[in-house]
């Protein structure tokens, strides 16, 4: 009797072991499909991030074309005056009317993000993209 009551008792814990594998499949089961779409995830944002690095690289290389007309002292900045230049000719070249000395100062101050009073390459590149 107690041999047997060993057993019923072994083989609940038998039924009780593949019932949590069941469930450690289903689990599993379930990751792998959650695995899968992070990983599509991941190969987009790669995709996306390749992709900007491509435009960052054109956006610097148009920098580097017009940088040099307009920056008269080679000081590698911009001031106020040779950004006002860039500015009218860049709004030109599109069409579009000189700005005011109020616009310009909006856009110079917009541009101007660490507040130096030049504008840097990195700053041109935010206006330019
Ligand atoms: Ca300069
Ligand atoms: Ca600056």
């Given at each position: 009797?107690?041999?047997?009551k060993?057993?019923e008792q ?8 593949q ?17 899968k ?28 074309q ?15 005056l ?5 500015l ?15 616009q ?20 041109m590149?935010r206006?330019?993209?």
């Amino acid at each position: 009797m107690e041999k047997k009551k060993f057993k019923e008792q072994d083989i609940h814990q038998l039924v009780t072991l593949q019932a949590e594998v069941r469930d450690k499949n289903t689990e599993i089961a379930y990751l792998e499909t959650q695995l899968k779409q992070h990983q599509q995830t991941i190969s987009k944002l790669k995709q996306n991030l390749a992709d900007a690095n491509e435009n960052n690289d054109e956006t610097y290389q148009t920098i580097d074309q017009i940088w040099g007309r307009y920056d008269k002292d080679n000081s590698g900045e911009l001031d106020k005056l040779e950004t006002l230049n860039f500015l009218n000719e860049f709004l030109a070249m599109r069409n579009k009317p000189s700005v005011t000395i109020e616009q310009f100062n909006i856009f110079f101050k917009k541009f101007d993000v660490n507040g130096d009073n030049m504008i840097e390459k990195s700053e041109m590149a935010r206006f330019v993209r």
